[in-house]
């Protein structure tokens, strides 16, 4: 998630908070990048600031969207499902595929 990566795709004109959604879900599911953890984590004063929140990044998100404690394990256990189901029809499902498909489903 390079700090300009709204520019690159038009999914996240103007929503800057779906990508941090996106990365809310990945981190859930043990797949975020490092190079995004690394963002994330020097963006986590600002988003402390911003939303007058403390913890780390993904506590201040779930701490704005008001989600329930168990949400990381719930994700955790949609990807399994859904994984398992694209690899019983020979199909692939990426990480992000399947974040974006959360937060669509989810929490848009």
Same mark, same amino acid.
């Given at each position: 998630?390079? !700090?300009? $990566? %709204?520019?690159?795709?038009? &999914? ?5 908070? *779906? ?5 809310? !879900?990945? $981190? %859930?599911?043990?797949?975020? &990048? ?5 963002? *994330? ?68």
């Amino acid at each position: 998630m390079s !700090a300009d $990566w %709204s520019k690159n795709n038009p &999914r996240y004109a103007g929503k800057p908070l *779906l990508r941090l959604l996106e990365c809310y !879900a990945l $981190w %859930s599911i043990g797949e975020l &990048r490092p190079e995004d953890r690394e963002t *994330l984590e020097s963006m986590t004063p600002m988003l402390q600031h911003t939303y007058g929140k403390t913890g780390a990044w993904h506590e201040v998100i779930a701490s704005v969207m008001e989600f329930p404690q168990n949400l990381p394990a719930s994700i955790k256990g949609l990807w399994e499902k859904n994984t398992a189901i694209a690899q019983k029809a020979q199909a692939s499902l990426s990480p992000q595929q399947f974040a974006e498909m959360f937060v669509d489903q989810n929490l848009v």
